[in-house]
């Protein structure tokens, strides 16, 4: 079935270096890509958003990009800091539906 | 600007119980999404809902789950005859439009524990 997931379960990063969080969909259809971050106890936190018309979009300190052709989906935090230290969620959803799709995360620990 | 507000944090039942859980959107949304999320795993779709119209329920439980969203109030999902399995952290999200096509914004979530 169509499905969102991610290809490591966890991420282990030193404190200043650059993270990337990778996820693969697998729905052809879907045209509109967002990653959440999610910390113990709270609720997702929208990070970044990208439509399927663009392959790449910054933020403050994050890159998404997305491979279309390969149905690929990436984070990346540039300078990775303590406070990064979360679940991270892709999520997507396709014309038609509201409903968003999400995998099952990356647990990404920075350490000192 | 108050963020998604959800009421309860946690809440404890016994099998059998009912289970009310309150969602208020952020301001000027007008779109409400419930989601479930078990442990180490992402959340799934419920049902979403404009106000007094429920849009998609394909992800709701055939039985026992409801939910509404007044023209006045909060969002209500509503568990009937809880059992064990339904025990899980239930997240609200808001839009101010369809979420097509702009980010759902979520509450902080109630953790349903039942005995």
């Known amino acids: 079935g169509e499905s969102v997931g991610l290809h490591l379960p966890t991420l282990s990063v030193q404190e200043g270096d650059n993270s990337i969080i990778n996820c693969a969909y697998s729905?052809?259809?879907?045209?509109?890509f967002i990653w959440y971050k999610q910390e113990s106890g709270k609720g997702p936190q929208f990070i970044i958003d990208?439509?399927?018309?663009?392959d790449k979009r910054q933020g403050q300190r994050v890159t998404v990009l997305l491979n279309k052709t390969v149905k690929h989906l990436s984070l990346q935090i540039a300078a990775t800091q303590p406070g990064d230290s979360a679940v991270y969620f892709c999520a997507e959803n396709n014309w038609g539906r509201d409903a968003l799709n999400f995998g099952k995360g990356t647990s990404l620990l920075v350490t000192p | 600007n108050a963020g998604v507000m959800q009421n309860p944090r946690h809440l404890v039942r016994r099998r059998g119980q009912e289970a009310r859980l309150r969602c208020s959107p952020m301001k000027g949304h007008s779109h409400v999404y419930w989601y479930r999320q078990l442990p180490e795993e992402g959340l799934k779709f419920m049902v979403y809902l404009q106000k007094e119209n429920i849009i998609d329920e394909s992800g709701m439980p055939k039985e026992r789950f409801s939910a509404e969203f007044p023209k006045e109030g909060p969002s209500i999902l509503r568990i009937q005859q809880v059992v064990r399995g339904d025990s899980a952290a239930y997240f609200c999200a808001s839009s101010p439009g369809p979420g097509r096509d702009q980010p759902q914004h979520f509450g902080d979530g109630t953790r349903l524990s039942i005995l």
């Open positions: 729905n052809s259809a879907s045209d509109y």
């Open positions: 990208i439509r399927s018309n663009m």
